[in-house]
T-cell receptor, first 116, second 109 residues
């Protein structure tokens, strides 16, 4: 089956620093990748949608200058949280699909970010 | 606006049957998904319905009525490991997933 990996699985950083999270599709080409954020006991919140080779589309309320997304290849997307603050502490999950009309999204295992 | 409604929390007994309902109002419809999510983990795919009717997969079944904007996930022979959140999501006309808030299912012995 389709496998999506994320790295790192967890990270602790100091306030003001930047953190990069990688999302890779291991056995398929991901034309579209999605980045979600999930706070404790809440549902997934879509942050942005990225298509390979083009700029990401951010959801309303998500600062594109703070959450930098790069989808440089069909198997890799990165999310960089710039100048992280404690309120950015959350569970970040990526997902990918192999075509626009593809029914299923394949989820990565998630990255737990803690900003101290 | 787009809206997905499902109960916040349900409790059931090990070995029993539980039905988790989901109603939706979205701009367009390209299918409805159910995902299972254990605490601290990413969601895992359970089912996909795009046509009306019941899809059965082992102990889990999912039903869809597009005219009513309604789906349910039926879990039979409940096991303790089924304790998790169950997320209902609808793919809209832009092939974007619209997520419900999730139903936390608590299984008691």
């Amino acid at each position: 089956g389709a496998v999506v990996s994320q790295h790192p699985s967890w990270v602790i950083c100091k306030s003001g620093t930047s953190v990069k999270i990688e999302c890779r599709s291991l056995d398929f080409q991901a034309t579209t990748m999605f980045w979600y954020r999930q706070f404790p006991k809440q549902s997934l919140m879509l942050m942005a949608t990225s298509n390979e080779g083009s700029k990401a589309t951010y959801e309303q309320g998500v600062e594109k200058d703070k959450f930098l997304i790069n989808h440089a290849s069909l198997t890799l997307s990165t999310l960089t949280v710039t100048s992280a603050h404690p309120e950015d502490s959350s569970f970040y999950i990526c997902s990918a699909r192999d075509s626009r009309e593809s029914a299923e999204q394949y989820f990565g295992p998630g990255t737990r970010l803690t900003v101290t | 606006g787009q809206n997905i409604d499902q109960p916040t929390e349900m409790t059931a007994t090990e070995g029993a049957i539980v039905q988790i309902n989901c109603t939706y109002q979205t701009s367009g419809f390209n299918g409805l998904f159910w995902y299972q999510q254990h605490a601290g983990e990413a969601p895992t795919f359970l089912s996909y319905n795009v046509l009306d009717g019941l899809e059965e997969k082992g102990r889990f079944s999912s039903f869809l009525s597009r005219s009513k904007g309604y789906s349910y996930l039926l879990l039979k022979e409940l096991q303790m490991k089924d304790s998790a959140s169950y997320l209902c999501a609808v793919m809209d006309s832009n092939y974007q997933l619209i997520w419900g808030a999730g139903t936390k299912l608590i299984i008691k012995p």
